[in-house]
Each structure stands twice: as structure tokens, then as C-alpha cells.
T-cell receptor, first 114, second 117 residues
């Protein structure tokens, strides 16, 4: 079974600084997708960024980028120029290609210090 | 686009009563919806997969007679917590897949907080 591990329960960063959240996963599949979701205090899950396993290029969405290391099965999220609105729980998630179910990591609570 | 709503957002009920939570895809048709449960400071736990017109598929350890799921239309799935007890108190989240959308992207509802007294 696929598993997703986020080893950092909590992280904090100064506003305007850069922070990296870690995620590792375990799978024997070659076709899969990886996601980072944000859950702010409102509890609404928001998709931050998505990475297709077949793509070598790391995904980027404005201030958010990933470091996808397929051989190491690592998928970290970098947030640049952190803003107060980035404070939230961040979940790493995996989905096998062709499947619909997501497998979530335990989450990392990110605090932004003004 | 791709908005998912849940109703109610909060519900408080007495032990032994049943509670129904609705999940609607407002501007798209969803052949598949998911129900999750989230305890405080924990991750989302998938409870079941709901497919329109067929029986839901429950994850291991989830009591199907306790958590009744009905997906009667392409825009509505309901979760009924039967004979609720305090241990059923939790945050319930639904999500829906937009049919035909690439990546089988799940769109999440805002969640329902259930408190059983």
C-alpha cells in the first residue's frame, strides 16, 4: 500500500522568508501524481500545487514550488516570500495514475511570524 | 467554477439521534464523491467512495450501517450518521471529482462539524 509521510508536525518561518516542507512517499507504481494541499483555519482544503511523476521538471505556482526527487521518493514544498495568509496546515498527498483516491500525509502546521 | 458545498456547516445533536449531511457540486456533475473524517490536528481519513446510482464503497474499519451514504444524483451525496454517539463527533469533509477533468482532481467542500452530546 502506498504511504505518505510528513515528518515535520510543525514549522514556523518569519514573514517574507522562505520555508520548505518535507514529504516522502512509498510506492511501487511508476504512474502517479503528487499534491500539496493547504487547509487554513477555515478548514477549506485548497490545492496548492500538483506534480506528475512522469514530468522531470519541478512544478511551480507563483511563490510555491516543489523539489521532486523521484528516485528518493521525496516531494518537498518550498514557499518563498512567506505571507501571513500562508499560515495553515499543509498536506502532502499521493494518487496512483488512473485511480481516484488520495492518500494523505499527516500534515504540517505552518506558522508565519510577523 | 468547481464549487462543492456542504450543509449544514455545524450540527449539534443528542446521543442516539441520526444526522444527515449533504454534499453538493454546485456547478458541475460529479460521478464520484468522497467522504472524509478529520479529527482535531489530524489528517483526513477517507471513509467511503460514493458513486452515483450505486452503493458506496467503504474503507476498511468504517461501519457501513453506521455511516449511510446515498448518491442519488450527479450533484448530491448524503452522509447519514445513524444513532450518533459522542465518539462520532468530528469534522466531516466531502469532495467531488469533476467528470472529464484531467488529473481526476478532487474539489473539497468546506466541511461539517458534528458534535454529539
Amino acid at each position: 500500500a502506498q504511504t505518505v509521510t510528513q515528518s515535520q508536525p510543525e514549522m514556523s518561518v518569519q514573514e517574507a522568508e522562505t520555508v520548505t516542507l518535507s514529504c516522502t512517499y512509498d510506492t511501487s507504481e511508476s504512474d502517479y501524481y503528487l499534491f500539496w494541499y493547504k487547509q487554513p483555519p477555515s478548514r477549506q482544503m485548497i490545492l496548492v500545487i500538483r506534480q506528475e511523476a512522469y514530468k522531470q521538471q519541478n512544478a511551480t505556482e507563483n511563490r510555491f514550488s516543489v523539489n521532486f526527487q523521484k528516485a528518493a521518493k521525496s516531494f518537498s514544498l518550498k514557499i518563498s516570500d512567506s505571507q501571513l495568509g500562508d499560515a495553515a496546515m499543509y498536506f502532502c498527498a499521493y494518487r496512483r495514475g488512473g485511480a481516484q483516491k488520495l492518500v494523505f500525509g499527516q500534515g504540517t502546521r505552518l506558522t508565519i511570524n510577523p | 467554477g468547481a464549487v462543492v458545498s456542504q450543509h449544514p456547516s455545524r450540527v449539534i445533536c443528542k446521543s442516539g439521534t441520526s444526522v444527515k449531511i449533504e454534499c453538493r457540486s454546485l456547478d458541475f456533475q460529479a460521478t464520484t464523491m468522497f467522504w472524509y473524517r478529520q479529527f482535531p490536528k489530524q489528517s483526513l481519513m477517507l471513509m467511503a467512495t460514493s458513486n452515483e446510482g450505486s452503493k458506496a464503497t467503504y474503507e476498511q474499519g468504517v461501519e457501513k450501517d453506521k455511516f449511510l451514504i446515498n448518491h442519488a444524483s450527479l450533484t448530491l451525496s448524503t452522509l447519514t450518521v445513524t444513532s450518533a454517539h459522542p465518539e462520532d463527533s468530528s469534522f466531516y469533509i466531502c469532495s467531488a471529482i469533476l467528470a472529464g477533468r484531467a488529473y481526476n482532481e478532487q474539489f473539497f467542500g468546506p466541511g461539517t462539524r458534528l458534535t454529539v452530546l
